[in-house]
């Protein structure tokens, strides 16, 4: 099937949380899945595999192809690590849990960058230890680094950093630069990085720099999590990996108990392994796709205003509204009440995102556009009221 032939009802028929929550006449632009068609060459192999009944217990990791294959895919992306340093996990978040749990010492403070992704912070809860938020700096055009934001987390007790990158909900791309200086302060207060890069394959053509390469000490300190199931849409078949660019960690992740490793589903190796030989081609057309709803959608806001409350994403299929200037307690409540429209509240991805909204675009675009249309409608007796008050816009 064609990317553009996928409609809303095909997602519905998936019968997946995307389009399984609300009522039908909210355009549900919600959790990170896409409205897209999966990649022919992981559904044959997905469709194989369900009719061989692989429904059993995975084989173990080095007895497949993956770590093979991995070690070849990051390579390509700059990560030199051996197979036997790239492990398999259910799922990111329960790599990330027990990377907090098993490789920092015990009791310290977890920083995390924010806007970031709202498991981040229940991984750490998970955890069972305390977040130290290190919002970033926004400006009109961009988000940066507060480098001295993160120095203080680090001086006061963070034994490690969660990073995002790209960044959910933002779609920031962190430059060399940006890296350099975190691995620089992670060294010089012996804290461990934990870098998620699952949407590093769906960029806009901003270069994406992994974190462990900017230096043999970042991938010393550095444990990296990636998994196919954003660039490829598989996050129900329950495969991600886990990648030691540093030999004691894969040691230590051997000495990690089982249970807590386990649910690894053999569905998603086969997907992942299919991604990884013959997913190429899809891949880039969905990027070309999702880069059209991305202009689009800023066009549409253009048209309407509301130019000014989005920065172009770099990477994912995520937009990060900036509601602040409305004066909303709840944007995102206002937009389901107002508009129809479901994104995700700000808050939920750390206090920097008061004021905020997330919203999914990997939806077809004349829904994308009809939402973005009727969030216009519902703002614009409140836009002319800021207008009219002569907020500067620009400053934000
Ligand atoms: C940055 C990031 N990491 C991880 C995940 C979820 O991955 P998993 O389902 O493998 O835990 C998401 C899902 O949206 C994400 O955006």
Redesign the pocket.
Known sequence: MKITDWTIEDSRARGCKRWGVYPEHMADLT??EMDLPVAEPILDAVQRAVGNQAFGYPIPDGNSALPDLCSRWLAGQGVPVPPGQVRLI?????GLTNAIRYFTVPGTPVAVITPT?S??LDAVVAAERVTYQVPMTKFADRYELDLDALESALKNGAGSLIL?NPV?PTGHVFTVDELSSISALAERYRVRVFA?E??APIRYGRPFTPYSSVGPRAAEHSIT?T?V??AWNT?GLRC?LIVFTNEADNRTWDRIPRAAKGGISPLGMVATDAALTGGGPWLEEAVEYLRGNRDAMIEALDVNGLGHIMIPADA?YLGWWDLREFGLADPAGFLREEASVATTPGEEHGAAGAGFVRLNFATPRDVLIDAVERVAAALRPRTSTVFDVGHDLTSR
């Open positions: 959790v990170a259910s799922d990111i978040i329960k992704y498991r981040f995002c959910n998620d699952v949407h999590l998994s199931s954003k996050p991600a994912t």
